[in-house]
């Protein structure tokens, strides 16, 4: 933790001088299972991303593909209900419920990034696959008795195509300025608008406020009402925009100037 505070400092330091990073977000320092007959999804890597593009499906629930330029494929949140029909080069994953992670992934898998540390301390990730790096934040979690679980979440960032996209996971609280600093200027967030089971939609609302993202697509929401709900509060201070399919590519030079909520369908 005290490496992350420097890191944080360092970070303002910079700030106040003036200096441009090279990257659009700010970089953290660096720190076998059975394989499950899983239901797979009908999606899997196009293989065909344009240059300084990102592409990004949405499989479902809090589970999205992403692809690169090179090659590289992620799946966030992975899972035994929600996977592309090959298995991706990295994959991210949430201790929260079963539908954020498995114990049953496939050999091909290069990177298994799990937010949580299985042995109670903090994970820290940073790994580089050609044009992805992915990082990750750690922030706490509730457990089944009402009490908190330090370091149980991580918010996972992917850098590519000179942005920097984030997935909340199963965030349960608002962040703190350490933890705003280390996620840097994100593009594009990947929010659970449940309303419950991760944080309520005022809360997340805020939570929004903080990072500010110029695209912000909505997960981890159980049916259109909940949905709807999500979109009546924030539709009249972001465009909403309905994709037809569940993928779309994104590039820095089209993120929109005012923000954007867009929705995948998949849910």
Request: aromatic share 8%; proline share 6%.
């Amino acid at each position: 933790m005290i490496g992350r505070l420097w890191a944080a400092l360092a970070f303002v330091v910079i700030g106040l001088l003036g200096l441009e990073a090279a990257a659009s977000c700010l970089p953290v320092a660096s720190r076998p299972s059975l394989l499950h007959q899983a239901s797979y999804g009908r999606f899997g890597p196009r293989g065909d991303i344009p240059e300084n593009h990102v592409g990004v499906t949405f499989l479902g629930h809090a589970s999205f593909l992403l692809e690169t330029h090179q090659g590289v494929t992620a799946v966030t949140d992975y899972n035994d209900y929600h996977r592309p029909s090959r298995p991706p080069t990295i994959v991210t994953m949430n201790i929260a419920h079963s539908t954020h992670w498995t114990d049953a992934i496939e050999p091909e898998v290069k990177h298994i990034l799990r937010g949580w540390d299985p042995k109670g301390g903090e994970a820290v990730h940073t790994v580089r696959e050609k044009d992805m790096t992915v990082r990750n934040v750690v922030t706490n979690i509730r457990d089944w008795g009402g009490g908190t679980r330090r370091f149980g979440n991580s918010i996972f960032v992917f850098e590519t195509a000179e942005m920097c996209l984030a997935h909340l996971g199963h965030l349960h609280h608002e962040l703190s300025p350490v933890q705003l600093t280390e996620l840097g200027k994100i593009d594009v967030l990947f929010v659970p608008v449940d309303g419950a089971y991760t944080l309520d939609q005022e809360a997340m609302s805020r939570v929004i406020g903080q990072i500010k993202p110029s695209v912000i697509i909505p997960m981890h929401y159980f049916g259109d009402a909940t949905l709807n709900r999500f979109l009546g509060e924030f539709g009249s201070r972001y465009t909403v925009r309905r994709n037809d399919t569940p993928f779309t590519l994104l590039s820095r030079a089209r993120l929109p100037r005012g923000g954007e909520i867009l929705v995948l369908p998949g849910s």
